[in-house]
């Protein structure tokens, strides 16, 4: 791997909720720029105006700053290549554009685009290939100078050679070359005067000194023509390496039809961004010792760009929940409880040292923060009574649930110490006695306790809630059955 400092970008279009994949290429172009002591650069690509949303830039930014995936340049920070936003970079493509029309690698097309989709039609139905037919490429230089300067409207197309072909490498993929007469006349300036993805993409690229083009691997399709622009701009190309796309579980290419795909709805369901992270990596990378529970640190000495591997990774929850989990429990439970509590799942008017009671008992089957309320909520709160069907279970009777639950606050009631190892053991006394199953008095209690079918331990339920709120939670259900029966 090389080490002299890499210049790497994301480019983020704001057209919506901050998307996973960018967390996501942003990952392994930080790690980069961070294992070779280079910079990491944050471009907005805004040049696509009718899908624009102004609120999205920052939610971006919030949403990359939430997972620690900081830059060193953009459009916020500032640096040595401002400005980072696209849209305030047009007299730049503008001149670049310039250039390449006097050097002939592009050129002025006036074909509207009515004429364009007829063009198409025809070529669709003579089964040829779709593309633009060149009718602009040869337009004399002084007619277009003429048309141009009357405002008549334009595009300016890159001018791809007809023969020969373009190479380059893909450092994940190896050398891909494609025949020149398969790139279209690449559209570099569109009739708003903006420039095309390509074109900004290019020509920021080389401004910024990007060394290594990290992107998704959407845009391999695209790398010909930016590989022919570099050309023209008579500058040498970067390294590229395209990573693979993160797929929807049928393989199609990750969408919010199939998937949650908003960062923001990741940090809403209470994902750690440890997790979001190690999931992330894991879609790319294979840790060698295959560990698969890591941090960024250990992602960052030990990732490898060239071993990024080629496969389709399925974005599966199922996963990242088994791994949230795992976050989870690897937290020291103060930095936990302050997690939960920074990022909003702290319940209303709950205090640090009641939370802190009540953790342990949930922390084993937390899989989200999001969890935590409705795991904990019959502590904090009393909850709703249960049913008097939640107070029988399958294989017992209300007579019998009555019988359990009455024997059980008399046992409370008497003066048998309120501590976990005598409860249990009178419990289980009272169980042999009776010759009761287990589940005949504890799904009973669990819902007198709790009103959930699936709380922590029961004996541990108890000892947090306390021997007068235990009873008053028995009692009630017992008044419950009392009445149905
Ligand atoms: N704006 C593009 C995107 O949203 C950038 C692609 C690139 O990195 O070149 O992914």
Request: net charge negative; with cysteine.
């Amino acid at each position: 791997m090389s080490s002299t400092p890499a210049r790497v970008r994301i480019a983020p279009s704001p057209t919506g909720d901050p998307h996973v994949g960018t967390a996501y290429v942003a990952l392994f172009n930080r790690t980069l720029a961070r294992q070779t002591g280079g910079q990491f650069l944050l471009r907005i690509d805004d040049t696509d105006r009718s899908r624009y949303q102004a609120s999205s830039e920052q939610k971006i930014f919030d949403a990359l700053r939430w997972l620690g995936l900081d830059w060193d340049e953009g459009p916020d920070l500032g640096g040595p290549c401002a400005p980072y936003r696209q849209s305030e970079r047009n007299a730049i493509y503008q001149q670049k554009v310039d250039h390449l029309l006097e050097s002939g690698n592009a050129y002025r097309c006036f074909c509207s685009a009515e004429t364009l989709a007829e063009v198409r039609e025809k070529q669709k139905q003579d089964k040829l290939r779709l593309g633009y037919p060149g009718t602009c490429r040869d337009l004399d230089a002084v007619e277009s100078s003429q048309r141009a300067a009357k405002e008549e409207p334009h595009v300016i197309r890159l001018r791809v050679p007809v023969e020969g072909e373009t190479c380059f490498v893909d450092q994940i993929r190896g050398e891909i070359r494609i025949a020149n007469c398969e790139i279209d006349d690449q559209v570099l300036i569109k009739t708003d005067g903006f420039p095309t993805y390509h074109l900004a993409n290019v020509v920021d690229d080389i401004e910024f000194g990007i060394t290594h083009v990290i992107r998704a691997e959407e845009w391999l399709i695209s790398t010909p023509k930016h590989v022919l622009i570099y050309q023209a701009l008579e500058h040498p190309l970067p390294g590229f390496f395209h990573v693979p796309l993160l797929r929807n579980a049928d393989h199609s290419k990750i969408s919010k039809r199939k998937n949650p795909v908003s960062l923001d709805w990741f940090r809403e369901q209470g994902y750690l961004k440890e997790a979001i992270l190690n999931f992330l990596a894991l879609m790319g990378w294979s840790p060698p010792d295959g560990q698969e529970v890591f941090d960024l640190d250990r992602f960052q000495q030990e990732f490898n760009i060239e071993k990024i591997s080629t496969g389709a990774p399925v974005f599966d929850l199922v996963k990242l929940d088994w791994l949230n989990g795992m976050h989870i429990r690897k937290m020291d439970p103060d930095q936990l409880l302050q997690r939960i509590d920074e990022e909003g799942f702290l319940p209303q008017g709950v205090s640090p040292q009641q939370a802190a009671a009540v953790l342990p008992l949930v922390v084993e089957r937390m899989v989200r923060l999001a969890e935590f309320e409705p795991r904990t909520t019959w502590f904090f709160n009393l909850p709703e009574p249960p049913t008097p069907e939640d107070l029988v279970p399958r294989k017992g009777s209300p007579e019998q649930s009555l019988e359990a639950l009455q024997a059980t606050s008399a046992l409370l009631k008497s003066d048998l110490p309120f501590q976990a190892e005598a409860v249990n053991e009178a419990l289980d006394a009272m169980l042999a006695e009776k010759q009761w199953k287990k589940p005949l008095l504890f799904m009973p209690l669990r819902f007198a306790l709790t009103s959930r079918s699936d709380s922590p331990d029961l004996i541990e339920v108890m000892m947090v809630l306390g021997r007068d709120n235990v009873i008053d939670r028995i009692d009630r259900a017992i008044a419950i059955l009392e009445c149905s029966t």
